[in-house]
């Protein structure tokens, strides 16, 4: 029952499932998408031509995509967090999933990564528009989060798997900021949770990757 997990700590999506196989103290090989590791890349682009982490490897297969991999780890490793309750609770921890990886995480990697384009093909019509929504975004999550403390009530789940790292990382870009306490809250409840502030802590020594520069808090 060897795992594979292939990712890097500074990345958000990386960290969604780290928070998910920490907390349920699931045991896997790390295995480190960077320049010291070649190897780790090229077994990545061999199993996903996109080669886009997290990737895991279940003895042998390749599941893609971290949404699905945390469904898999529930399905197949079960720990002690219920990552997808059953019924009506699954399906808005579904649908805050993909809000957050739709509309948090991917505006924020398009507003943010822009910078990286080559100088002529960058897109400063579309930057602005991600910065936009995600604005949206947090407007429609400060008038829907509930009272948490996690995103559907008392219950940990693969929404806030989602929800820690990409509020973290947007938060840099585009200021939650004082006018919207209760979405402002529940970053700071989700940074305050040991397993996140881990995976915050690991993905520290990267903050120079961080493409606009990395602010001085957090
Ligand atoms: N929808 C994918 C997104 C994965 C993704 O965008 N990963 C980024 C890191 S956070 C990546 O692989 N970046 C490297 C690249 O695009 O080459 C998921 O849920 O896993």
Redesign the pocket.
């Known amino acids: 029952m060897s795992l594979e997990f292939f990712g ?1 700590p500074f ?4 960290q ?1 499932v780290l928070i998910a196989l920490w907390a349920d103290g699931t045991p896997f090989e790390y295995r480190i998408i960077d320049e010291e590791h070649p190897e780790n890349y090229a077994e990545l682009k061999r199993r996903w031509p996109f ?4 990737l895991l490897v279940d003895e042998g297969e390749s599941v893609i ?3 699905p991999i945390i469904e898999h780890l529930h399905a197949h490793h079960r720990g002690q967090n219920d990552w997808i309750p059953q019924g009506d609770a699954g399906r808005r921890v579904r649908f805050l999933d993909r809000f957050f ?1 739709t509309y948090v995480m991917e505006r924020m ?1 398009k507003a943010g990564l822009d910078i990286l384009r080559p100088e002529g093909s960058r897109d400063p019509f579309g930057v602005e528009q991600a910065r936009s929504e995600l604005r949206m975004a947090y407007d429609w999550l400060e008038a829907n989060l509930n009272q948490g403390p996690w995103a559907i009530g008392e219950t940990f789940t693969l929404a806030d798997c989602a929800a820690a790292p990409s509020l973290f990382y947007a938060d840099w870009l585009e200021e939650i900021g004082p006018s919207r306490p209760r979405l402002a809250a529940y970053r700071a409840r989700l940074l305050a949770h040991p397993i996140i502030a881990r995976a915050v802590d690991e993905g520290r020594p990267y903050r120079h990757f961080f493409p606009m520069g990395a602010p001085d808090r957090d």
């Open positions: 890097h990345s958000s999506f990386t969604k080669a886009k982490f997290p995509e971290s949404t990886d990697q």
